[in-house]
């Protein structure tokens, strides 16, 4: 089969990976791939976004089957212009991507099917937002309802960050159209899980839960980047929670897509919050998380290739999915600057890996070296028995990774290990 994977970062990597494993793959490619995918794939120098050049390259190589595996693309239609030249897809197609494309449409919806979510405001103008911030209490949270690389989202202790908040977001434009509405939330307390679930549209299996760490600096400080780390499981989903999250979330979110015209067939991503009420939604993503791929695919122990198949062919319900009882660590080395700005093109160095991954976000090859292409450059992640040995080992192996300011949190799932020793 010849397989193509669109996107160029960790996750795309950590899939790519997966997918090889499965002896019917003839041929990947990459659209547009980077540094470390080069070594499993051909990488394409086609952009994520560039739907008629996707499809014009499918088409040309004959592609089997299409992986859209990041979120810009699927938002964009993506699957629905692949799957209208005969090309079938795992991804959602347009109308189903709304659900990370747009968070008003999330929280709408999340509202008329009674699933557990924050209070919250929509506000269309600067206008609206400084009208409704007056009378709001605080803390709250800010978002932009369109795609902001995850960095949309503003938590506001008060009056004066949140008017920050909306000048950024609503009059300097800093995300463009995407900041054209806010949603304003009410800020929930308690421990944060990710929940990826493979989901046809008719049966949902959700994998190994995971712990993101999207504070730039150790102890959670700092600003919102794209994630910085990932251990799997989480110690906070609990089996009843986990029973909660199915029963009041999960299916309900698969039926409530149904009922809307919008079946969902593809990674079905929540971001949930264990609040002192029960759990809540902060969040859905249309993809696999990144990094939480990083941890979650290396404990999958089914042949992921499989279960895209049937996912798009409708058929979940005959599909092994099946995890490993390992835990896994990822940590991610970053740019020095990031998540502003950084500088680019620098040389890296990795060392082999003895008992590692070794993932590839923001990398390229130049002059047949590898140099840093983006804020998040390298994900290492260890899989073992208990999350204490994951972590040390994805801390020994990350010592290796070399390259002008190198940057990575050294606090990568202490909390969990935290959690795991109350329990």
Known sequence: MKIMVVGGGGREHALIQKIAENPKVSQIYALPGNGGIAAQAECVPIGAKDIDGICRFAAEKGIDFAVVAQDDPLVLGAVDALNAIGVPCFGPDKKAAAIEG?????????????????AYQVCGSIEEARDYLDQAAYPLVIKADGLALGKGVFICQDRQEADQAV????????????????VVEEYLTGPEVSVLAFTDGHVLEPMVSSMDHKRIGDGDM?????????VAPNPYYTPEIARRCREEIFLPTMEAMNREGRPFKGCLYFGLMITAGGPKVIEYNCRFGDPEAQ??????QSDLLEIMLAVSEERLAETEVRFSDQAACCVIAAS??????????????????????????????????LVT??????????????????????????QKIHFPGVYYRRDIGKRALAALEQN
């Open 167 to 182: 000048t950024v977001i609503m009059e300097d434009k800093k995300f463009g159209a995407s900041g054209d509405r806010i």
């Open 373 to 398: 292409a983006g804020g998040r450059v390298l994900g290492v992640t260890a899989v073992a028995p208990t999350l204490n040995q994951a972590r040390d080992k994805a801390y020994e192996e990350i």
């Open 102 to 118: 747009s968070k008003v449409f999330a929280k709408e919806l999340m509202r008329k099917y009674h699933i557990p979510t924050a």
């Open 222 to 230: 700092g600003p919102n980047t794209g994630g910085m780390g990932t």
């Open 336 to 369: 020095q600057g990031y998540p502003g700005s950084y500088t680019g093109g620098l040389p890296i160095e990795t060392g082999h890996m003895d008992g590692a991954i070794l993932y590839h976000a923001g990398t390229k090859l130049q002059d047949g070296r």
């Open 295 to 300: 941890v979650v695919l290396p404990l999958l």
